[in-house]
Nanobody, 123 residues
Framework: QVQLVESGGDLLQPGGSLRLSCAAS????????IGWFRQAPGKEREGISC????????YYADSVKGRFTVSRDGAKNTVYLQMNSLKPEDTATYYC????????????????WGRGTQVTVSS
């Protein structure tokens, strides 16, 4: 059974750091491009990062560039999103997804999604 599970969300203060995990079962994550998305209450879902399958090149939206880093751990079949210098506007539910390709920071044709993990940044 194909499954993606995000974890690592938390409540933290501005300026803090957090690492989200996206663990896969039923398939090998390294074989696919992986995208990270987020959705804040009342807002549309936003693609924030994508990591390619071929050479693990990573791409970032301007809103997170320089603060977020995506990486793979093939041994654990997991993709991570390291988030630093967090801001209140980063508050959202974060999702990972498997898709067809990266179009810059946006994952094209996402076809498997996790259920999300909540990140809240507040003082």
């Amino acid at each position: 059974q194909v499954q993606l599970v995000e974890s690592g969300g938390d409540l933290l203060q501005p300026g803090g750091s957090l690492r989200l995990s996206c663990a896969a079962s039923g398939f090998t994550l390294d074989d696919y491009p992986i995208g990270w998305f987020r959705q804040a209450p009342g807002k549309e879902r936003e693609g924030i990062s994508c990591i390619s399958s071929s050479d693990s090149t990573s791409y970032y939206a301007d809103s997170v560039k320089g603060r977020f880093t995506v990486s793979r751990d093939g041994a654990k079949n997991t993709v991570y999103l390291q988030m630093n210098s967090l801001k209140p506007e980063d508050t959202a539910t974060y999702y990972c997804a498997v898709g067809l390709s990266c179009s810059s920071h946006y994952l094209v044709e996402a076809h498997y999604w996790g259920r999300g993990t909540q990140v809240t940044v507040s003082s």
